[in-house]
């Protein structure tokens, strides 16, 4: 009898971490070359999945570093190297192979991730460490575009600062677009707010 209850129980737990799952959608504009998206994700034990479709979708070359909520860096990407579709929020997403995709078991997935230009890479082992370009806001201009600022390196490419990022199966999603400054950062993995961004989010419990 005790058993049975157990197990029901179990079920029960199981159906209610599931119904948690959601998977969220951002998008939105980079103010200048150095602008920094960050997205704090909380929820679920289980894999964590990040990943941007903003090459693909006519934005820029991004590059992606997941850092633990209290700043420490596990990984960091520039290209995929492979193609999707991914599916989030009932959407098929179609990233290119310069685009990026993150996926690692995570204790309750509490990560951030900061969203990047190519080349602009996390300097250190944690988040306070900030990012390479953090004090130029325009230092693609160096790489000779036609069109000026968000430029691919050595001027191969157009692009624009419009970006797409998706998080999966966590179950709270959020971001800010901060200055890249090393001791702003350092106070992110308290916690980020939804400023200046477009956010959907689906259920998939």
Same mark, same amino acid.
């Given at each position: 009898?005790?058993?049975?209850?157990?197990?029901?129980?179990?079920?029960?737990?199981?159906?209610?971490?599931?119904? *948690?799952?959601?998977?969220?959608?951002?998008?939105?504009?980079? !103010?200048? /070359?150095?602008?920094?998206?960050?997205?704090?994700? =909380?929820?679920?034990?289980?894999? #964590?999945?990040?990943?941007?479709?903003?090459?693909? /979708?006519?934005? #820029?070359?991004?590059? *992606? @570093?997941? +850092?633990? /909520?209290?700043?420490?860096?596990? =990984?960091?990407?520039?290209?995929?190297?492979? +193609?999707?579709?991914?599916?989030?929020?009932?959407? =098929?997403?179609?990233?290119?192979?310069?685009?990026?995709?993150?996926?690692? #078991?995570?204790? @309750?997935?509490?990560?951030?991730?900061?969203? =990047?230009?190519?080349?602009?890479?996390? $300097?250190?082992?944690?988040?306070?460490? @900030? $990012?390479?370009?953090?004090?130029?806001?325009?230092?693609?201009? %160096? +790489?000779?575009?036609?069109?000026?600022? #968000?430029?691919? !390196?050595?001027?191969?490419?157009?692009? %624009?600062?419009?970006?797409?990022?998706?998080?999966?199966? !966590?179950?709270?999603?959020? %971001?800010?677009?901060?200055?890249?400054?090393?001791?702003? *950062?350092?106070?992110?993995? $308290?916690?980020?707010?939804? *400023?200046?961004?477009?956010?959907?989010?689906?259920?998939?419990?």
């Amino acid at each position: 009898m005790n058993f049975k209850k157990n197990l029901c129980m179990l079920a029960m737990l199981c159906s209610t971490q599931q119904a *948690l799952a959601n998977n969220f959608d951002f998008s939105g504009t980079l !103010v200048n /070359d150095n602008t920094m998206p960050l997205f704090n994700s =909380s929820g679920l034990d289980g894999t #964590f999945s990040a990943f941007s479709s903003s090459l693909n /979708d006519g934005g #820029f070359d991004p590059t *992606l @570093a997941i +850092f633990t /909520d209290s700043g420490t860096l596990l =990984s960091q990407q520039n290209d995929w190297l492979n +193609f999707g579709p991914v599916l989030s929020n009932d959407v =098929s997403y179609t990233y290119g192979m310069w685009d990026t995709n993150y996926g690692q #078991f995570l204790t @309750a997935n509490n990560a951030i991730a900061n969203f =990047s230009q190519f080349t602009d890479f996390s $300097i250190g082992p944690n988040l306070s460490n @900030a $990012i390479t370009f953090y004090a130029n806001p325009n230092f693609t201009l %160096t +790489f000779a575009c036609t069109n000026g600022p #968000f430029c691919g !390196v050595n001027g191969a490419a157009n692009y %624009t600062p419009d970006w797409a990022f998706q998080t999966l199966n !966590v179950a709270e999603a959020s %971001t800010t677009n901060p200055v890249p400054e090393p001791g702003a *950062l350092a106070l992110l993995s $308290i916690g980020l707010v939804g *400023l200046g961004f477009k956010r959907k989010k689906t259920t998939t419990g």
